[in-house]
């Protein structure tokens, strides 16, 4: 294995679909600080909007002013915490936001160390060696359904249940989000990405889209482009991530 310093660059794309009217999903990152989010937002006319760019924002406030002393990831729990607290309390101040909440999923990275933490049904994939791992696992109803043998894949994808998500920000007082630890190689790929991306697209074809030989805001917008061309029901988040040596 090289030993070789990583250097990583970003690409994000982010659209409302072909059926909503408005966009609840948000996104946002440092390269210089190692940290890359898209969150989902739900609850209806506004509140979606505002969940999750309150999470993205402070997320991102947090991690971009890190006195430097505990470990990243330490710092990333910290700030989904504060994250949490900050749509929760926003929510119980307002009826008309009364239970906002918004999935998570971040990437952090610090050199050849990789996190990525989720909350709900974003996700986080590698692509290495032009196969495509989903590495977060969806904190929701089927998903739980499948891990105990009670529904198989297929079943899943059609179950009216599948928007039912068993972990949130925002809609309690408290979260604890996944944490997957990776190291990190020249090459790889992150995917970040939301529901309205996977639920149009299928893993081998988000793969292939890929494997196409692109600059990363230009696969960005191709993913996205896909995911309304096969419907584009939801919002749909991409954000890439590529470690180079
Ligand atoms: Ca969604």
């Not at 898209?38 to 999470?55: K, P, Q, T, Y």
């Not at 947090?62 to 006195?67: D, F, I, M, S, V």
């Not at 995911?227 to 029901?233: I, R, W």
Request: with cysteine; net charge negative.
């Amino acid at each position: 294995m090289s030993t070789a310093v990583l250097h990583y660059t970003a690409a994000a794309v982010s659209d409302r679909g072909r059926k909503r009217a408005s966009n609840e999903d948000a996104f946002g990152y440092s390269a210089e600080h190692g940290v890359y989010v898209v969150c989902d937002g739900m609850g209806g006319a506004a509140a979606g909007e505002i969940a999750s760019s309150l999470a993205v924002d402070e997320v991102m406030r947090l991690l971009t002013q890190r006195a430097g002393t505990n470990p990243l990831p330490a710092d990333a729990e910290q700030a989904v915490a504060a994250a949490n607290q900050a749509i929760f309390s926003r929510a119980e101040r307002s009826q008309k936001l009364s239970g906002m909440g918004t999935t998570l999923v971040v990437l952090l990275v610090e050199e050849r160390r990789a996190w990525l933490l989720n909350v709900g049904d974003s996700r986080g994939y590698r692509l290495r060696n032009s196969h495509l791992e989903q590495i977060t696992i969806d904190h929701s109803l089927v998903e739980e359904q499948i891990r105990l043998g009670r529904m198989s894949q297929s079943e899943a994808q059609r179950s009216p249940l599948r928007n039912v998500i068993t972990r949130a920000l925002g809609t309690q007082n408290v979260v604890t989000p996944d944490v997957f630890e990776l190291e990190a190689e020249p090459g790889d790929l992150f995917l970040l990405c939301s529901d309205g991306l996977t639920r149009e697209l299928s893993d081998p074809l988000i793969e292939s889209l890929l494997l196409v030989g692109a600059p990363l805001d230009e696969l960005c917008t191709r993913l996205v482009a896909a995911a309304n061309k096969a419907g584009g029901h939801d919002n749909i988040t991409s954000l890439l991530v590529r470690a180079e040596a």
